[in-house]
């Protein structure tokens, strides 16, 4: 599918790329304003959802590299409006580790929607929606 030509959603898919190869520290800070807050709705496996600042941005990066061993992201759909973009993506992920009673090697999948707010240029807010499919 040939995503719009928007600089929010260009950036956005740059965004998701540097994620799938697990960047971390300024490589991926560089896709973030400095006050940048990212909300994980509740899902499966964050069933209390999450609230991150760049920090915990940036060590929850840190704490994926350690969990997933490979990452992929199929951006399906993308929207743009103003300084907001809300992207449909199909997410896989191989576990680097045992994560409670899947085995390594196990691939996680998601759908998710997320919505990205941009400020200055960069990531201000990002709201992800995350479905996991249950393990079969």
């Given at each position: 599918m040939e995503l719009p030509?928007?600089?929010?959603?260009?950036?956005?898919v740059r965004y998701h790329r540097a994620v799938?190869?697990?960047a971390t520290g300024a490589e991926l800070a560089q896709f973030f304003h400095v006050d940048a807050v990212h909300r994980e709705?509740?899902?499966?496996l964050l069933?209390?959802?999450a609230v991150r600042d760049l920090t915990?941005?940036?060590?929850?990066?840190?704490?994926?590299?350690?969990?997933?061993s490979h990452q992929h992201f199929e951006i399906v759909n993308a929207v743009a409006a103003g300084d907001q973009v809300a992207l449909e993506v199909v997410w896989t992920g191989t576990l680097a580790a045992p994560l409670g009673e899947l085995p390594e090697?196990?691939?996680?999948?998601?759908?998710i929607a997320t919505i990205i707010e941009f400020r200055d240029g960069?990531?201000?807010?990002?709201r992800n929606y995350d479905c996991y499919e249950t393990a079969g």
């Open positions: 030509r928007h600089p929010h959603v260009d950036l956005a799938a190869r697990r709705l509740p899902n499966a069933p209390g959802g915990g941005i940036l060590d929850a990066a840190e704490r994926g590299r350690k969990t997933l090697g196990h691939v996680l999948r998601a759908h960069k990531i201000f807010a990002q």
